[in-house]
């Protein structure tokens, strides 16, 4: 009897125990692994780097144990030739279940303007070599960057990424919906065999990193992420559809407690990317005095809840706010502190005001952009008016759409230019129309907003910019299919904008 209780008492204790392990340590689940080259292991999913610096970079990979390790130990190296004969810094670190075997390094006391290669090794084997450049700090002649948004897996391959991956780019700058949060099906192309993994909308953090997990199997990403630094911010679909700080459109009760939602996808998105983590999002890179650009957060740092309708009386109250305070402050001052020729707001929804009544009738303005938010719309530009602020240019995502905006005075002299890159992948508008519907819509759009300059609702692809002290081109590059792998891609238009003037000039391709 004796020994039977102690028996009893030995299985309740080992039942409590799996029960905390299961809790702290989830079984190492890889549902995604039918997308693993094995050629790749235990780096399946490639090599990143990010947040570039003049003296350091961040440096990310995935190892992925055959089974579930409570450690992993990865050694990593930096150097300045492929072959890394010329090591010039290495260290060691590890990971585990706790970050979902992700691997961040922040490799500083490096020299600026230069390229590096690096690599990790781990489980007895070497990573694929990435590439990476540190910001300059002198004068740089030019600098490009790729800006991109929209990545939805549903909707197609990843043929933008692969495409920019063989630019000569020195960041690309990535203004949120890395990954989409619906279930299988949810919003996408279902003709296309590419599923959501996990197949339910995702909600916990295991969800989150498995949706991670499976976006970076795409071969195009990988490739784009080997190459070249990214610089990320989020926009709403990290967490959920146009979420904001206290909640979302597509949050409902039944799935869960929001805060917890939003730490959840917040955790993932930190493991994941090559991101250096602060207390806030919002931050900026100087490129010399060739360029500052701003990333901003316009969701998770200040935003409030949009308003329901133009009548809604919170729409035009001081309090409906975009960035919050304290980010505006910052935004503010890093304008009036930039010594840049050119000043680059890395912007997540549409900043100029549009009017699309006579397209959308049921939604007259778009309250989930700036338009949403005019109290500080407004700031920002009497702010760059009266300052003033010179050489103003807003790149922003969201749309799924191509756009080139300039932002005028009341009294018609230009203040900013904003460019709007497409998606990815994402639905284009005609997605659902014919492309003869979408052109009647992008004419009358444009008929409605003298402001824009070009606008393009049909093509998926990136927006490629090159800067130099005289001038910036702006390229949007569209892929010519994301239903096969096919990196293939064509110029859509080609503009410049002179400094000073911010006047636009169509260019030829
Ligand atoms: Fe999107």
């Not at 999002?281 to 901003?296: A, E, K």
Request: hydrophobic content about 35%; overall charge negative.
């Amino acid at each position: 009897m004796k020994n039977g209780l102690f028996f009893l008492a030995y299985c309740m204790l080992s039942l409590v125990f799996a029960c905390c392990q299961q809790t702290k340590w989830p079984p190492l689940q890889e549902p995604t692994s039918t997308l693993y080259v094995a050629a790749l292991a235990p780096f399946y999913h490639g090599v990143a780097s990010g947040d570039p610096l003049a003296d350091r970079v961040i440096l990310w990979t995935r190892v992925t144990p055959a089974t579930s390790l409570p450690e992993i130990k990865v050694n990593w190296q930096v150097a300045t030739d492929s072959t890394f004969v010329s090591v010039y810094t290495a260290g060691e670190t590890s990971t585990g279940p706790e970050k979902d075997y992700t691997v961040k390094v922040d490799a500083s006391g490096l020299k600026p303007g230069q390229t590096y290669f690096y690599r990790f090794q781990a489980l007895g084997t070497y990573s694929a070599v990435g590439k990476t450049k540190t910001l300059p700090t002198d004068n740089p002649q030019n600098i490009s960057l790729a800006v991109v948004s929209c990545s939805n897996w549903e909707f197609g391959y990843f043929n933008a990424y692969a495409a920019l991956a063989k630019e000569p780019i020195d960041a690309v700058v990535h203004l949120g919906d890395y990954i989409y949060e619906y279930q299988k099906g949810g919003y996408g192309d279902t003709t296309l065999n590419r599923k959501h993994i996990p197949e339910r909308e995702i909600v916990s953090l295991q969800d989150y990193r498995l949706r991670y997990a499976q976006y970076h199997l795409d071969a195009g990403l990988r490739e784009a992420r080997s190459k070249i630094p990214f610089i990320c911010i989020w926009d709403d679909h990290e967490v959920a559809n146009n979420v904001y700080t206290t909640g979302a459109q597509n949050h409902q009760p039944d799935e869960g407690d929001f805060e917890s939602r939003k730490n959840a996808a917040r955790q993932a998105y930190y493991e994941w990317l090559p991101i250096r983590e602060n207390k806030e999002h919002y931050r900026s890179f100087t490129y010399g005095n060739l360029l500052d650009l701003i990333m901003l957060d316009e969701r998770l740092a200040g935003r409030t809840k949009p308003a329901d309708s133009l009548a809604d009386p919170t729409l035009i109250s001081e309090s409906q706010t975009m960035l919050g305070t304290e980010q505006l402050q910052w935004l503010k001052q890093n304008l009036i502190n930039s010594k840049a020729q050119w000043k680059i707001i890395g912007n997540q929804v549409i900043f100029a005001e549009i009017e699309q009544s006579k397209v959308f009738p049921k939604a007259p303005k778009n309250l989930d952009s700036w338009d949403g938010y005019p109290f500080e719309q407004k700031s920002i530009r009497d702010f760059i008016k009266n300052t003033p602020i010179p050489n103003v240019v807003f790149v922003t995502g969201d749309t799924h759409a191509s756009w080139a905006i300039q932002i005028r005075e009341e009294n018609n002299k230009n203040l900013a230019v904003e460019l709007g890159t497409t998606s990815i992948s994402s639905s284009n508008w005609n997605e659902y129309e014919s492309d003869s519907a979408v052109i009647e819509k992008e004419k009358i759009l444009i008929s409605q907003n003298p402001q824009i300059v070009y606008g393009n609702a049909r093509d998926h692809g990136y927006l490629y910019v090159r800067i130099s002290a005289e001038t910036l081109v702006a390229e949007w590059r569209y892929v010519k299919t994301n239903k096969e792998i096919n990196p293939e891609t064509f110029t859509g238009k080609k503009i410049s904008i002179a400094p000073k003037t911010l006047s636009i000039s169509e260019l030829a391709d």
